[in-house]
T-cell receptor, first 113, second 112 residues
Framework: DAGVIQSPRHEVTEMGQEVTLRCKPI?????LFWYRQTMMRGLELLIY????????DSGMPEDRFSAKMPNASFSTLKIQPSEPRDSAVYFC???????????FGDGTRLSIL | LAKTTQPISMDSYEGQEVNITCSHN???????ITWYQQFPSQGPRFIIQ???TKVTNEVASLFIPADRKSSTLSLPRVSLSDTAVYYC?????????????FGSGTRLQVQP
């Protein structure tokens, strides 16, 4: 079975530009999570969805960040406008149901110049 | 803040057994306890999960006492390739974002 697929793997862009990160969860998984990892702050939960509905977005840093899940097989995390402090590795994960292990993608390494 | 607490780092030698303990004092009835391993430049990878007592798979064992307020990940005969960061997590229905927030993890360094 294919795991969680994220794209792109790497993104380098200039500040002020819009950035869109994409995620395809494992088929049949009801939960989807977006995390951000930095050396300073570790692995932070940004937002998570259950059955395509956002459950908790209180971890989204500010209004520049938005996430959508238009269907069960696709989610996006958008940053507009991007800033250098958004540079991090962004992970998407999915889980089959409450409490079950999260399966993480390989991440998107984002660099904002 | 994460719902769990674990040591920041541990050192070991090849061939030794390593035990990493996690404290989750606020564990809820619905929560499962899960451990992950993360290598640099990769996402966390599931190792083992349990609800109570002992669980064993091909790579590790998980010990959970009756009160479930802690858990211990046991790695038998570690090798250099076990050098990684290990995270514990407890979450289930209704336990919210704090349960899904990872702590700092335990950085395990295995020496030859």
């Amino acid at each position: 079975d294919a795991g969680v697929i994220q794209s792109p793997r790497h993104e380098v862009t200039e500040m002020g530009q819009e950035v869109t990160l994409r995620c395809k969860p494992i088929s049949g998984h009801d939960y989807l999570f977006w995390y951000r990892q930095t050396m300073m702050r570790g692995l932070e939960l940004l937002i998570y969805f259950n059955n395509n509905v956002p459950i908790d977005d209180s971890g989204m840093p500010e209004d520049r960040f938005s996430a959508k899940m238009p269907n069960a097989s696709f989610s996006t995390l958008k940053i507009q406008p991007s800033e250098p402090r958004d540079s991090a590795v962004y992970f998407c994960a999915s889980s089959s149901r409450d409490g079950q292990p999260q399966h993480f993608g390989d991440g998107t390494r984002l660099s904002i110049l | 803040l994460a719902k769990t607490t674990q040591p920041i780092s541990m050192d070991s030698y090849e061939g030794q057994e390593v035990n990493i303990t996690c404290s989750h004092n606020n564990i809820a009835t619905n929560d499962y306890i899960t451990w992950y391993q993360q290598f640099p430049s990769q996402g966390p990878r599931f190792i083992i999960q349990g609800y109570k007592t002992k669980v064993t798979n091909e790579v590790a064992s998980l010990f959970i006492p009756a009160d479930r307020k802690s858990s211990t990940l046991s790695l038998p005969r570690v090798s250099l390739s076990d050098t990684a960061v290990y995270y514990c997590q407890s979450w289930g229905r209704g336990t919210g974002r704090r349960a899904l927030t990872f702590g700092s993890g335990t950085r395990l360094q295995v020496q030859p």
